[in-house]
């Protein structure tokens, strides 16, 4: 053989060799670690250098070196699931590292896990391999969770002081907090983190200012931009001293004030129909209602009592023993897992199209004092027809509420009440009220709640109704103590009331 045709065939011969075994070898590279919100999207980019196709290769993803339940396996151009972890299921598939990847067949292994949780923190490992060749790298994933705005909160002391607090839940990892006058940075008396059972964390802070105070509380996860909470404080105390001239000034504009205000109190009174939906007054709000509010409208309320017995609907989540309430879950427990919702609720007859109406619902069993005050409930009205949940799909129970209009309260945030379970947020001025009165003006399109043994307002609520409105009554999940409906022992306007209690 010609000696230059055998040197042409060994150049080719090594060539192609080269060529085989440099697209045999391959490093897996990683772009370093990830941080992202729970509930959103990660993109976790893992490829091949130098750059070849990976569709015939086997790529698996682990996280904590579980090398035996791959999060996501991927062999025979398939991805298999046989082993993945159920809490992965349905949320992991192939990403692209960038909007221009093509995926597998240019070795972009990226993986895509969606509604990301607390959970799937941790180091991830990308292992690729084929016939001949095997790599791995590894990374860190860091979930972070922004959580609920700050809640403010004002105690008046002694010598002119006030004591503001500030609150805030729901956080991962731990949130820093600052407290502000809107010139300077505050000092607080007091920074407490305390986490959850579900790892969440929680940071309570308080600090005592003068008597006139406008205050930021900030609160947010580092590198973030922060939730703002304000709360400006003005008390009685903090008017000029007694004698100077801008004393005198002083209290002949407040004696204007106050006259302006009882004029617009008596024009609100009238015509507090008009107001629109979404206004609202608390305790801890002091706004135009709470002004006019004396403390024995609870007295002029109750000359509307009406006597309200539980609606029998045939629900076998609830059990009901004349007019008292509490939960009763299935053999399987309840369908819509532990949180409060719809499931459990029941109406109470009659229904109302005018006029005012007023009843109680009693928290805890008198007597029996080592029985603890109720910590879960739903408490209102409704206009929905019918809470049968027979042949309901069960998603529905968790998020329409739709016609529903109460206050709620649960064991997770004691001392703190809500309108329609998860919207605005009340604190309440002492303990966990044991007797809850429910006072609806239809016309004047008004729902007002109180605390009875205190007398107090809890918060107020203008709502425009349309057609017939029923009480509505909800005894939580996995709470002992049972609601009772308390009755009138008169059919006139009395208010004497009985309030005995009944076992469950």
């Given at each position: 053989?010609?000696?230059?045709?055998?040197?042409?065939?060994?150049?080719?011969?090594?060539?192609?060799?080269?060529?085989?075994?440099?697209?045999?070898?391959?490093?897996?590279?990683?772009?370093?670690?990830?941080?992202?919100?729970?509930?959103?999207?990660?993109?976790?980019?893992?490829?091949?250098?130098?750059?070849?196709?990976?569709?015939?290769?086997?790529?698996?993803?682990?996280?904590?070196?579980?090398?035996?339940?791959?999060?996501?396996?991927?062999?025979?151009?398939?991805?298999?699931?046989?082993s993945q972890p159920a809490s992965y299921s349905g949320r992991v598939s192939f990403g692209q590292r960038e909007a221009s990847s093509g995926g597998l067949r240019e070795g972009d292994?990226?993986?895509?896990?969606?509604?990301?949780?607390?959970?799937?923190?941790?180091?991830?490992?990308?292992?690729?391999?084929?016939?001949?060749?095997?790599?791995?790298?590894?990374?860190?994933?860091?979930?972070?969770?922004?959580?609920?705005?700050?809640?403010?909160?004002?105690?008046?002391?002694?010598?002119?002081?006030?004591?503001?607090?500030?609150?805030?839940?729901?956080?991962?990892?731990?949130?820093?907090?600052?407290?502000?006058?809107?010139?300077?940075?505050?000092?607080?008396?007091?920074?407490?983190?305390?986490?959850?059972?579900?790892?969440?964390?929680?940071?309570?802070?308080?600090?005592?200012?003068?008597?006139?105070?406008?205050?930021?509380?900030?609160?947010?996860?580092?590198?973030?931009?922060?939730?703002?909470?304000?709360?400006?404080?003005?008390?009685?105390?903090?008017?000029?001293?007694?004698?100077?001239?801008?004393?005198?000034?002083?209290?002949?504009?407040?004696?204007?004030?106050?006259?302006?205000?009882?004029?617009?109190?008596?024009?609100?009174?009238?015509?507090?129909?008009?107001?629109?939906?979404?206004?609202?007054?608390?305790?801890?709000?002091?706004?135009?209602?709470?002004?006019?509010?004396?403390?024995?409208?609870?007295?002029?309320?109750?000359?509307?009592?009406?006597?309200?017995?539980?609606?029998?609907?045939?629900?076998?989540?609830?059990?009901?023993?004349?007019?008292?309430?509490?939960?009763?879950?299935?053999?399987?427990?309840?369908?819509?897992?532990?949180?409060?919702?719809?499931?459990?609720?029941?109406?109470?007859?009659?229904?109302?199209?005018?006029?005012?109406?007023?009843?109680?619902?009693?928290?805890?069993?008198?007597?029996?004092?080592?029985?603890?005050?109720?910590?879960?409930?739903?408490?209102?009205?409704?206009?929905?027809?019918?809470?049968?949940?027979?042949?309901?799909?069960?998603?529905?129970?968790?998020?329409?509420?739709?016609?529903?209009?109460?206050?709620?309260?649960?064991?997770?945030?004691?001392?703190?009440?809500?309108?329609?379970?998860?919207?605005?947020?009340?604190?309440?001025?002492?303990?966990?009220?044991?007797?809850?009165?429910?006072?609806?003006?239809?016309?004047?399109?008004?729902?007002?709640?109180?605390?009875?043994?205190?007398?107090?307002?809890?918060?107020?609520?203008?709502?425009?109704?349309?057609?017939?409105?029923?009480?509505?009554?909800?005894?939580?999940?996995?709470?002992?103590?049972?609601?009772?409906?308390?009755?009138?022992?008169?059919?006139?306007?009395?208010?004497?009331?009985?309030?005995?209690?009944?076992?469950?």
């Amino acid at each position: 053989m010609d000696s230059r045709l055998l040197v042409f065939w060994l150049e080719v011969f090594l060539c192609v060799w080269l060529s085989e075994a440099a697209s045999e070898n391959f490093v897996v590279s990683v772009s370093g670690n990830v941080s992202v919100h729970t509930k959103h999207t990660a993109i976790l980019p893992c490829w091949l250098s130098p750059q070849q196709s990976a569709e015939d290769m086997e790529v698996n993803w682990f996280i904590h070196n579980q090398f035996d339940a791959p999060v996501m396996s991927y062999k025979d151009k398939t991805i298999n699931s046989a082993s993945q972890p159920a809490s992965y299921s349905g949320r992991v598939s192939f990403g692209q590292r960038e909007a221009s990847s093509g995926g597998l067949r240019e070795g972009d292994a990226t993986l895509k896990l969606v509604n990301v949780t607390l959970a799937d923190a941790g180091d991830y490992t990308c292992y690729v391999s084929s016939d001949k060749h095997h790599d791995r790298a590894s990374f860190s994933v860091f979930v972070r969770q922004t959580g609920e705005p700050p809640l403010l909160t004002a105690v008046v002391k002694e010598d002119d002081k006030v004591n503001v607090s500030c609150e805030s839940e729901g956080w991962y990892p731990e949130p820093q907090l600052r407290w502000s006058d809107g010139s300077r940075t505050l000092t607080p008396r007091a920074l407490e983190h305390s986490k959850a059972s579900s790892g969440l964390v929680s940071v309570h802070s308080w600090l005592i200012v003068p008597s006139s105070s406008a205050l930021s509380c900030l609160v947010g996860l580092p590198g973030e931009e922060a939730i703002q909470g304000r709360i400006r404080v003005e008390t009685p105390n903090s008017q000029p001293k007694e004698g100077s001239v801008s004393s005198n000034v002083g209290w002949v504009l407040f004696a204007i004030a106050a006259v302006a205000l009882v004029a617009l109190g008596l024009l609100f009174l009238r015509y507090r129909g008009k107001c629109t939906d979404s206004k609202h007054f608390s305790a801890e709000d002091p706004g135009e209602l709470e002004k006019l509010l004396p403390m024995n409208l609870v007295s002029e309320a109750k000359k509307h009592y009406v006597n309200i017995e539980l609606e029998e609907n045939g629900n076998e989540y609830i059990k009901m023993k004349g007019n008292m309430l509490r939960d009763s879950p299935g053999s399987e427990g309840f369908p819509d897992g532990d949180r409060v919702t719809r499931l459990t609720a029941v109406r109470g007859t009659y229904g109302f199209t005018s006029g005012k109406h007023y009843w109680e619902v009693s928290l805890f069993i008198n007597g029996k004092t080592e029985v603890p005050t109720k910590k879960s409930w739903w408490i209102g009205v409704t206009s929905q027809k019918t809470l049968n949940v027979c042949g309901i799909d069960q998603k529905t129970l968790n998020v329409d509420l739709s016609g529903f209009w109460f206050l709620s309260s649960s064991p997770e945030e004691i001392g703190v009440v809500r309108f329609n379970a998860n919207t605005d947020r009340f604190k309440l001025s002492s303990d966990q009220p044991k007797t809850i009165g429910v006072f609806l003006d239809y016309e004047d399109e008004t729902l007002t709640f109180y605390d009875v043994e205190k007398e107090s307002l809890i918060c107020s609520f203008c709502i425009r109704f349309s057609g017939e409105v029923y009480p509505l009554f909800n005894p939580g999940k996995g709470d002992v103590t049972p609601m009772t409906i308390i009755h009138n022992k008169h059919t006139d306007e009395s208010t004497t009331v009985d309030e005995t209690g009944a076992n469950g």
